[in-house]
């Protein structure tokens, strides 16, 4: 069985910088990409940033150039650096994972939950 693990959240003011983690633990081949997603109140999730397996990331337009996504294949770990937050950062995020095993499996995380006050 797969697991994702999320570590990071918290509450930081405006301008402030938070990093996420995300560890992938259990039986299975490969991990093809690994990601966050978030989701404000009363709205749908979105995707934040993506990372696939070669190295090509993706990233929402709204962080583009404040948030990082990284990842440590040796450790099965992804990472997401968030500089200069905002309030409208405020969400739970959640972090994702496309794993094969016998086949492509989609995996979410608990979520973690961000704060960015004013």
């Known amino acids: 069985q797969v697991q994702l693990v999320e570590s990071g959240g918290g509450l930081v003011h405006t301008g402030g910088s938070l990093r996420l983690s995300c560890a992938a633990s259990g039986t299975f081949f490969s991990i093809s990409a690994m990601g966050w997603y978030r989701q404000a109140p009363g709205k749908q999730r979105d995707l934040v940033a993506l990372?696939?397996?070669?190295?090509?990331?993706t990233y929402a337009d709204s962080v583009k150039g404040r948030f990082t996504i990284s990842r440590d294949n040796a450790k099965n770990t992804a990472y997401l650096q968030m500089n200069d937050l905002k309030p409208e950062d405020t969400a739970v995020y959640y972090c994702?994972?496309?794993?094969?095993?016998?086949?492509?499996?989609?995996?979410w995380g608990q979520g973690t939950q961000v704060t960015v006050s004013s």
């Open positions: 990372i696939f397996s070669s190295g090509t990331t």
């Open positions: 994702n994972a496309r794993i094969r095993s016998t086949a492509l499996y989609n995996y």
